[in-house]
T-cell receptor, first 112, second 113 residues
Framework: SQQGEEDPQALSIQEGENATMNCSYK?????LQWYRQNSGRGLVHLILIRSNEREKHSGRLRVTLDTSKKSSSLLITASRAADTASYFCATDANQAGTALIFGKGTTLSVSS | SAVISQKPSRDICQRGTSLTIQCQVDSQVTMMFWYRQQPGQSLTLIATANQGSEATYESGFVIDKFPISRPNLTFSTLTVSNMSPEDSSIYLC??????????FGSGTQLSVL
């Protein structure tokens, strides 16, 4: 079953601008992760934020988590054409034995 | 980290046939997962491949259609059986510990005519 829902579904920006993607989920979680997928190939892990964390940074990436609202955001600062990809949030539901459940994704297009 | 080799990378198959996808990891891993990504969609978990026992399938997926083998801690196969055009998808192998990040293979793009 679908756990995460990203918005927007698609986002087009110019190089140098910031890109913000949001993810909402339904059940309590242990952690939330963001992944990038280029051209329908394998996914690459970007960042993991645990349920007791509120914000995390990795290079040009900033992730926030609001467990009261069951939502997360991914901010990419100073975007580059190479950031063009699909971005997915995934949740590790707070239940024993469950695997990651992925959201529908946001397609980001960065033009130079 | 884990490096995953998945093959074939793509295939075009006739309906009614079967395709076996292989996933090889460069280190022993406990958890291996198979995902399906239909065109323009997100990833859906097919099953968890268990070493030494039957795979654990998610709702909507059955062993007869997607038999999985896991003979050891570094290798797994997924077979897509009796294919129809609706099976056209990207199939992804992934590994990782529960609660931690997943590593993905590069995927198998399957087209069924």
């Amino acid at each position: 079953s679908q756990q995460g829902e990203e918005d927007p579904q698609a986002l087009s920006i110019q190089e140098g601008e910031n890109a913000t993607m949001n993810c909402s989920y339904k059940t309590s979680i242990n952690n939330l992760q963001w992944y990038r997928q280029n051209s329908g190939r394998g996914l690459v892990h970007l960042i993991l934020i645990r349920s007791n964390e509120r914000e995390k940074h990795s290079g040009r990436l900033r992730v926030t988590l609001d467990t009261s609202k069951k939502s997360s955001s991914l901010l990419i600062t100073a975007s580059r054409a190479a950031d063009t990809a699909s971005y997915f949030c995934a949740t590790d539901a707070n239940q024993a034995g469950t695997a990651l459940i992925f959201g529908k994704g946001t397609t980001l297009s960065v033009s130079s | 980290s884990a490096v995953i080799s998945q093959k074939p990378s793509r295939d075009i198959c006739q309906r009614g046939t079967s395709l076996t996808i292989q996933c090889q990891v460069d280190s022993q891993v406990t958890m291996m997962f198979w995902y399906r990504q239909q065109p323009g969609q997100s990833l859906t978990l097919i099953a968890t491949a268990n070493q030494g026992s039957e795979a654990t399938y998610e709702s909507g997926f059955v062993i007869d259609k997607f038999p999985i083998s896991r003979p050891n801690l570094t290798f797994s196969t997924l077979t897509v059986s009796n294919m129809s055009p609706e099976d056209s998808s990207i199939y992804l192998c992934s590994v990782g510990d529960r609660g931690e990040k997943l590593f993905f293979g590069s995927g198998t793009q399957l087209s069924v005519l």
